[in-house]
C-alpha cells in the first residue's frame, strides 16, 4: 500500500487536469452510476467541531475512496489548522487498500475550490465589477485562486467577523494580484459584488435577501452539514435558479434546504450540477437573473481527485 504525505499528494496535484475528472464525476453522479452512501456527520459542540465520513464508488473504476474529513474552528487560535482529514482508496476488484493520501484535509480543500471554479463557468455574469469572498480562512483564498483564469477581475470584496483575518487574508490575496477590500458588513460586500461566494461554517445567515443585487451569482461552500446556513431562506427563495451538487443531499442540509422544508421553491428550478454539465450549456439566460449553488460537497469528488493523484505518481 502506498502512503503519500501531504507534500507528495500537493507535488501531483494538477487543476486542470482534475477539473476534468470533476466534471466527468459530477456527470456519473447525476447519471446515477455513482455508488455514494450517506454521509456520516459528527458534531462536536463543546470543541466547536464537526467531522464528515464521505465514500463512494464510480461504477467500472478499479477502485473505491473513502474520506474522512475535520473542521476544528477554534484551532487557528492554538496554532492548528482548522481543517483536517486523509483519504483511502480500496481495490475494487479484492478490497486491498490501495494508498493512504494523508493529506491534512488539502484535498478536499482543493476539489471544492475546484467545484467553485465549475459552478463559476456556468453561472458567472459576464461583467463582473468585483468579487465578494464571505469568510477569510484556506477555503476563502483557494477559490479565489481558482477563479484567476476564468476572470480578467481582480477587485475583491472580502467579509470576515475578525479584523486580523480579514487583515491576513488581504495580505494572502494582494500576493495573488488582487486589490483588496475588507468588510464586517456582507451588504457592503453585496452591493459591490456580482460574483460571491460563501466559505464560512456558520449556523446563522450571513447574507439577507435585500442585500443581493439583481445579476448576481452566489456559490455557498460553507454549510455542508444539518445545521450550518451562510445565507437566509428569503434570499434561497428570490434566486431565479438553484443549482445543486446533489438534490438529495441540498434538500436535507445546506442552503437550499432551509428554505425547501419551508415550502418557498416550489416554483424556481432545482438543477443538478451534473445534469447540466452534460447537456454543455451555461445555467444563466439573462443577465438579470440570481443565479445560487449549493456545494454540500459529494464523495465522488473525492475519489476523482484521489484518481487523479495516483495517476500521477
Known amino acids: 500500500m502506498k502512503i503519500l504525505n501531504k507534500r507528495q499528494i500537493l507535488e501531483a496535484f494538477d487543476a486542470d487536469a482534475t477539473t476534468l475528472l470533476l466534471k466527468e464525476g459530477f456527470i456519473a453522479y447525476s447519471k446515477r452510476q455513482v455508488q ?26 478499479e477502485q473505491f475512496v473513502l474520506k474522512v474529513s475535520s473542521g476544528f474552528y477554534r484551532n487557528p487560535a492554538q496554532g492548528l489548522a482548522s481543517n ?16 493512504l493520501l494523508l493529506d491534512e ?5 482543493l476539489r471544492t475550490a475546484l467545484a467553485g471554479r465549475i459552478v463559476a463557468e456556468l453561472c458567472a455574469p459576464t461583467e463582473i465589477p468585483a468579487i465578494g469572498i464571505v469568510g477569510c480562512g484556506m477555503q476563502a483564498l483557494l477559490q479565489l485562486q481558482q477563479l484567476k483564469p476564468l476572470t480578467a477581475c ?22 495573488e494580484g488582487f486589490r483588496v477590500h475588507t468588510t464586517q458588513d456582507a451588504a457592503e460586500l453585496a452591493a459591490h459584488c456580482r ?24 456559490t455557498a461552500v460553507g454549510a455542508d452539514s444539518h445545521g450550518k446556513q451562510e445565507l437566509e431562506s428569503g434570499l434561497v427563495a428570490r434566486a431565479d435558479v438553484l443549482l445543486a451538487d446533489s438534490v438529495s443531499q441540498c ?34 439566460s439573462d443577465p438579470e437573473q440570481i443565479t445560487l449553488a449549493d456545494l454540500t460537497g459529494l464523495a465522488i469528488q473525492d475519489v476523482q481527485i484521489v484518481k487523479g493523484i495516483l495517476a500521477r505518481l
Open 105 to 109: 484535509g488539502w484535498l478536499t480543500a
Open 154 to 175: 481582480r477587485e475583491v470584496w472580502v467579509w470576515g467577523r475578525n479584523e486580523s483575518a480579514l487583515q491576513a487574508y488581504r495580505h494572502s490575496a494582494e500576493a
Open 36 to 61: 455514494q452512501p450517506p454521509v456520516q456527520h459528527f458534531l462536536f459542540e463543546q470543541a466547536a467541531g464537526d467531522c464528515c465520513i464521505k465514500s463512494a464508488w464510480l461504477e467500472g473504476d
Open 251 to 284: 434538500t436535507e442540509y445546506g442552503e437550499i434546504a432551509m428554505a425547501y422544508r419551508q415550502g418557498l421553491l416550489a416554483s424556481i428550478p432545482l438543477v443538478e450540477l451534473g445534469t447540466v454539465l452534460a447537456q454543455g450549456k451555461k445555467v444563466r
Open 84 to 99: 483536517q482529514g486523509l483519504m483511502m482508496a480500496f481495490s475494487a476488484q479484492t478490497g486491498e487498500p490501495q494508498a
Open 195 to 218: 460574483l460571491i461566494i460563501t466559505t464560512t461554517p456558520s449556523r446563522e445567515p450571513i447574507l439577507r435577501a435585500t442585500d443581493i443585487r439583481p445579476g448576481t451569482h452566489i
